[in-house]
Nanobody, 122 residues
Framework: QVQLVESGGGLVQAGGSLRLSCVAS????????MAWYRQAPGKERQFVAD????????RYADSVKGRFTISRDNAKNTVYLRMNSLKPEDTAVYYC???????????????WGQGTQVTVSS
C-alpha cells in the first residue's frame, strides 16, 4: 500500500505563496499519475491539479489556473504544488492522491494522504 505524506501547509496572507510537498513510499512512483485535491469546510472535495507519470502533462481546475503549478521529482518520489497569489477562498485541507494502477488512462486516484491545512487570511 502506497503511503503519501503531505507537508508545507500553513497560514498565509492573501496574495502570498506556499509550496506543498507530497512524498510517496515505494519504488513505483514514476508510474503513478499524481494529483492534488482540496476540501473546504462544509464542501465536497474538489480537484485542483494533476500530473502525468513523466510530468509532461498537467491539468488544472479553472479556479487555480495561472496561479498554481503542479510538478514532480521522480528521483525524490515527490510531487509539489506551488501556490501563488493565494486568496481566502483557497482555504482548505489539501490532499495528495496517487493512481497506483500505473500508466493508466483515465487516471483513477486510489491512494490518498492525510491532508495539510492551508489557511489564507484576508
Amino acid at each position: 500500500q502506497v503511503q503519501l505524506v503531505e507537508s508545507g501547509g500553513g497560514l498565509v496572507q492573501a496574495g502570498g505563496s506556499l509550496r506543498l510537498s507530497c512524498v510517496a513510499s515505494g519504488r513505483s512512483f514514476s508510474s503513478y499519475a499524481m494529483a492534488w485535491y482540496r476540501q473546504a469546510p462544509g464542501k465536497e472535495r474538489q480537484f485542483v491539479a494533476d500530473i502525468s507519470w513523466s510530468g509532461g502533462n498537467t491539468r488544472y481546475a479553472d479556479s487555480v489556473k495561472g496561479r498554481f503549478t503542479i510538478s514532480r521529482d521522480n528521483a525524490k518520489n515527490t510531487v509539489y504544488l506551488r501556490m501563488n497569489s493565494l486568496k481566502p477562498e483557497d482555504t482548505a485541507v489539501y490532499y495528495c492522491a496517487a493512481d497506483t494502477g500505473g500508466w493508466r488512462i483515465p487516471y483513477e486516484f486510489d491512494a490518498w494522504g492525510q491532508g495539510t491545512q492551508v489557511t489564507v487570511s484576508s
